[in-house]
């Protein structure tokens, strides 16, 4: 595998949205706190509030490890509003895969970085930013709005499905719960 294939390979794929990931794999892994992507990770592009079963999974995740909302959306009052809905930190403008805000939310957690997952739906952005820095990356299946879902060819899908692409020709492995 080549050095931009293990930079894009993830410690954990799972196979459906951040809903999948459960106690028991934090537990598992030895996490203790989590840096969470906001678009299409925790709630659809075009929504402003997450589901409540997000919220509900989030409390879950919360009475475990701390949580800090990292995202490279520039829209302050959007992510902000989503933040205090959680009622968890957050920084938006990330700019990922810079390190930058990524190194400012584990500063804030006061975590080793072995014991930080970040988590987030893209290759290129979330998982390459989070193992430039050392931290657990776990890739989830976007949370996208159910209308939009039927559109297979949206510019985000093209997108995302390019990333894939590339990453299998450095040698990525993706197999859904196939850690590293």
């Known amino acids: 595998m080549t050095s931009w294939g293990r930079l894009l390979q993830p410690d954990l794929a799972l196979p459906g949205s951040v809903l999948q990931l459960t106690p028991e794999l934090i537990a598992q892994h030895h996490l203790k706190g989590l840096i969470l992507d906001v678009d299409e990770t925790l709630v659809p592009f075009k929504q402003s509030q997450p589901l409540e079963e997000v919220r509900q999974w989030l409390q879950q995740m919360q009475s475990m490890v701390t949580v800090v909302l990292v995202?490279?959306?520039?829209?302050?009052?959007?992510?902000?509003?989503?933040?205090?809905?959680?009622?968890?930190?957050?920084?938006?403008?990330?700019?990922?895969?810079s390190r930058r805000k990524l190194r400012q939310a584990v500063a804030l957690m006061e975590l080793p970085h072995q014991e930080i997952a970040m988590v987030?739906?893209?290759?290129?952005?979330?998982?390459?930013g989070g193992n430039r820095l050392g931290l657990f990356t776990v890739l989830v299946e976007p949370m996208v709005d159910p209308m939009e879902a039927t559109s297979s060819n949206s510019p985000k899908q093209c997108l995302r499905n390019a990333e894939i692409w590339i990453s299998k020709r450095l040698g990525v492995v993706l197999a859904a719960g196939d850690p590293r």
């Open 71 to 97: 995202s490279n959306n520039l829209s302050h009052s959007r992510i902000s509003r989503i933040a205090e809905t959680l009622g968890v930190p957050f920084y938006t403008g990330a700019g990922k895969p």
């Open 120 to 128: 987030g739906d893209r290759l290129f952005t979330d998982v390459l």
